[in-house]
């Protein structure tokens, strides 16, 4: 491609409203261009990094198994209500009446469809397992696109979908896309962890999101230091067996914390550790309050709630509610004398002897508290947030965190789409059976961002050669010399016969101009044509890591057969 | 692929909603399932098809000079009002409106963004011209969406868009278009025609339409049996030079003609030739009225009136309005008499001698009317549709009819959209100019439908060898016998190796089911592994034409690479 001919409209200054290095640099690098909040154009140079990604995808995809095909992005609501998710999803979700005022979904997700599909065209066991998968734009209303491709609006999508008889062979399945997903994101080059996760409102079990690790991440991952375990801090169990001390049980005690209201604050004024103190929230879960108790040093994980209540909703309750139910404000809660609130507890509290909790009366807390002798709690459980320096719950090593940007997830959705929308099939016995399902997807244009935010350093991207959109940047320093223009033509047409493609700026601007554009559009070598080249001598660059030489163009095949090895 | 892994969901029965070839046998071979009116989901099978005409869209693409990008499908009003088409697309333009309440069109056609991507991005005559493309999905909400994938809702569409600084170099780049669609459409294997067209809606002026041939098209092609000469039948201009007879002029009389209403009624009614007949149609062009005429023989063109008055809107008169401003109703409208209401007639109409018309009274004519003497027209022109056996335009041959699909279309847009969206360069002069653009379409969805028009028979469909999902079509008779089982799966093995796709029917169904779905779904060529599997005897079948023959599977390679070559 000839830079002079195609439209790479690089910038020198960052973006104003581009806040990350991946937002910025496609943008600066003339990868994308907005047209709206969050929904992107892909200029020339993005579109060929988008087709890398996805030729990669479909290869592991096919051989994991899968089929290719091509569902619409308009849905009738129809199926939307079937599954009851026109109701749930929310202003997520872009809706749009038809000419004769019938309602569609644009798809922001294609379970509807396609076990519709399956519903009316699979009957027998004999047709199952299926595997199918699709590439395709999806679109989200949401309400805070930022971060480029990482949040858009409208945005490309792998999405994967595998219909069962049996949990055995969902499993089977599930553990061959995990695979599948891990050779992707190996041959992307991303540095990546597959944690266990949260399913959210997809409404499967057995899930895991596969997490490039980035500090612009918004997810949080607990990961072992020693071990592969890795799971979302949504999720991360906490396995740790809490030791009670052998001091003596005291009197409980209420005293006056005048203004005292953190677990800090009162901790610091009693002078007593935070790890004494007892956290008391007061939880709506669905319809019922909760009183959730943890250690002080401690948070409470609302997903872990959730579970544990099978819950549709888990919101914490307002102050006005706090106090018509407990008598208090925040910061005076606790469990004492707490009738007809269900009172939950961490495991951890169940160990604590002699701690201090809000009194349900304000500026007064007890002091020398002790469980089940000054509280009842109706279930010890383990829903605290998983911390630093916590053993991993595999047993191996230690926790630590890190941030990640979520590029895959793999659910097994179990049988609550079949049902709703009634997908079921014919046994052997030829019993009617409901299906059971697996759904898989990946962000093809999250992932281009996430790449970048990898692989990139303050002159701008350093694209892996897998996902590159060019092999070769091919830079005649001063094009309107003839030895130049001539070898550099010689190159451009050597190299592509050889199969490389090649960008080659052929523009007469100022080498400065060139080499920043160069470094910043990011391929992984620069070939320049300069001053020796009536010697045939040219520079060869590398861009991860700014290795240079000069090299004999007769010795340039094998540097670059070595160099793409 | 395994067919019984896959899904091809084939039926026995027409659906009753399917009126055309394509339409019913893209459903009963299982390519494709209907989601909503005009909107499809592509099962495996179809999804190949389109990535095929796709893969050979992209090469010619390219070849031609063309950058391949993607733009959004949500698309801001904003763009569409500085257009004007967001008033005057009408309801065909799906509109929504986001979370925040600011509305948005669903990409029908994308000039809007990509000439304001290049008015943001391209400043200087350097870097013009620019040729870019898109594959994408469109979204048209058609008042009747039938026929399939011929008028869908939502569509694939590859649209291209070209930017110059000078007419010539639109010419160019046209011409390279018009090259490449004939290269598509020649490898696609379609029997096509490029035909002279009406740019419609689209505002520009030169352009071409590409039709597959065939019967149940909706556009009517001119085309010469003796040249390259073809028009959509809308623009096909009349060159005819009418001779004027050299019969005695006679005096005008008026003539009863009594409930005489259509020009066949009244010429039998009179016993005169309805050639001598001037038909009398009262338009209304913008908002003018205009006395349109020619001979009774003739039909009229609209879009040849609203191209000579460059008007946006020519309708027929309402019976009232004819009645009002002609004092008579239809049937009995003519020129005679008529002041303040402009006249055009065809160029037939001058030749006329002793015609006769209505008389601008219920059931009254004139006979022995005589152009200039009885009447002043402000212009002949030519007016009319084009018949078959006039003439063709070109000098060359004679008229003749044929039904088109229209699969591709070309514009030479001029500076329309640059001008209304300001999309402006610096000439070498540093002078501002506005560019000049081309758009260039291919209707990918639709390009399968008339493929299986063109090519099919009452078994099922026969698809070129182009974009045949699969290359062979492997068929086991009873894959329960072990020989037969055996071999198949070597062959299966053997051909996917020798880069063959292979889509192999490994089900226990009997083999007149297998063989029906095989004719169904059309692969070109069938291998059948039947009783002769252990002496290693397979059949070969070819779909086109029915030939058969039984071959040694050491002979296989040979025959195959022949067939294929």
């Known amino acids: 491609m000839r830079h002079s001919q195609t439209m790479i409209p690089t910038l020198k200054e960052i973006p104003s409203d581009a806040e990350i290095k991946s937002h910025q640099l496609l943008l600066r690098a003339g990868y994308m261009r907005q047209i709206a909040s969050g929904v992107y154009s892909y200029l020339p140079l993005g579109n060929k990094v ?49 000419r004769h005022d019938r309602e569609f979904a644009l798809g922001a997700t294609h379970e509807e469809i396609i076990t519709s599909i ?45 219909f069962h008889t049996s949990k055995e062979s ?32 997809m409404g499967g079990k057995d899930t895991h999101e596969f997490m490039a690790l980035s500090d612009i991440g918004e997810d949080t991952i607990a990961y072992s230091d020693r071990s592969n375990f890795a799971a979302n801090i949504e999720m991360a169990p906490v396995s740790v067996t809490y030791e009670k001390s052998d001091e003596e049980i005291q ?27 007892i956290k008391s929230l007061l939880f709506k879960i669905d319809d019922a309050y909760v009183l959730v108790l943890c250690r002080g040093d401690h948070e409470i994980n609302d997903i872990k709630l959730k579970n544990i209540y099978q819950a549709s909703e888990v919101e914490l309750a307002t102050p006005e509610e706090a106090k018509e139910h407990l008598g208090a404000d925040f910061g005076s809660l606790g469990p004492v004398g707490v009738e007809n609130i269900e009172i939950i507890a961490d495991t951890a509290v169940q160990a604590m002897v002699n701690s201090y909790c809000g009194a349900n009366e304000n500026d007064k807390h007890y002091i020398n508290v002790n469980p089940d002798r000054d509280f009842k709690v109706s279930q010890y459980a383990d829903v605290r947030f998983i911390q630093e320096g916590d053993p991993s719950p595999d047993g191996q090593g230690t926790i630590k965190f890190a941030q990640g940007i979520e590029v895959g997830h793999v659910f097994k959705l179990g049988k609550l789409y079949a049902e709703k929308l009634g997908a079921s099939y014919l046994d052997e016995q030829g019993k009617q059976q409901t299906m059971t399902m697996g759904c898989y997807g990946i962000g093809v ?29 091919l830079v005649a320093i001063n094009p309107k010399k003839e030895d130049q223009a001539e070898l550099a033509e010689q190159l451009y047409n050597q190299l592509s016969d050889q199969g490389y493609e090649v960008l080659y700026d052929d523009r007469t601007e100022r080498p400065g101009v060139k080499f920043a554009d160069s470094e910043l559009i990011g391929l992984p070598i620069r070939i320049t044509v300069g001053k020796r080249a009536s010697e045939g001598i040219v520079e060869c660059k590398l861009r991860e890591n700014g290795e240079q030489l000069e090299l004999n163009i007769t010795d340039l095949t094998e540097y670059l057969e070595r160099f793409f090895a």
């Open 50 to 98: 988008i087709k890398k990604v996805e030729a990669i995808v479909r290869d592991e995809m096919e051989k994991a198994g899968f089929f290719e095909m091509l569902m619409p992005a308009l849905q009738p609501s129809e199926l939307w209500k079937d599954t009851g998710r026109w109701y749930t999803y929310g202003s997520e979700l872009m809706r749009l009446n038809d």
């Open 118 to 162: 399956v519903r009316d065209e699979v009957k027998s066991y004999k047709k199952l397992p299926l595997n199918v998968y699709q590439i395709q734009t999806k679109f989200r209303d949401e309400k805070r696109p930022r971060f480029g491709l990482l949040r858009g609006r409208e945005f490309i999508m792998k999405d994967a979908y595998s």
């Open 170 to 201: 969902l499993d089977e399945v599930y553990d061959r896309v995990f695979q599948a997903y891990t050779n992707i994101f190996s041959r992307l080059g991303l540095n990546f962890r597959a944690v266990i996760a949260d399913s959210g409102a």
């Open 251 to 277: 009197e409980r005690e209420e005293v006056d914390t005048p203004g005292q209201k953190t677990m800090e604050e009162v901790a610091n004024f009693l002078s007593l550790p935070i790890e004494k103190g």
């Open 445 to 473: 244009s999250r992932v281009v961002a996430a790449i970048v935010e990898q692989f990139h350093d303050d002159k701008g991207i350093q694209w892996p050669k897998s996902v590159t959109p060019f092999d070769v940047h």
